[in-house]
């Protein structure tokens, strides 16, 4: 099992970034995927969620409106747009994967957001 993310970087508050995890080693279309993110000093936290037909997503309070999670079983992929970007969502990004009884984790893409 492997997840790969991209997209991270640095943006002016207000900005937009795609973050994009790639998966591969097992049947993506079948398993519910998530981001998580964890910025310095803090614990991880679960930002979004989506099924594995794409129907039911969730965010966390603090994304609502802002990010909108998705996914493109023929590409194997997951993505996270990111918009009207706050300097409090600067942290690492994670894609995340539950195939039981293992959890598997992304290497992580850095997302700064700063003036």
């Known amino acids: 099992v492997q997840l790969v993310e991209s997209g991270g970087g640095l943006v002016q508050p207000g900005g937009s970034l795609r973050l994009s995890c790639a998966a591969s080693?097992?049947?993506?279309?079948?398993?519910?995927m998530r981001w998580y993110r964890q910025a310095p000093g803090k614990e991880r936290e679960l930002v979004a969620g989506i099924s594995s037909d794409g129907v039911n997503i969730r965010y966390v309070d603090s994304v609502k409106g802002r990010f909108t999670i998705s996914r493109d079983n023929a590409k194997n992929t997951v993505y996270l747009q990111m918009s009207s970007l706050k300097p409090e969502d600067t942290a690492v990004y994670y894609c995340?994967?539950?195939?039981?009884?293992?959890?598997?984790w992304g290497q992580g893409t850095q997302v700064t957001v700063s003036s």
């Open positions: 080693g097992f049947t993506f279309s079948t398993y519910y």
């Open positions: 995340y994967a539950r195939i039981w009884p293992m959890d598997y």
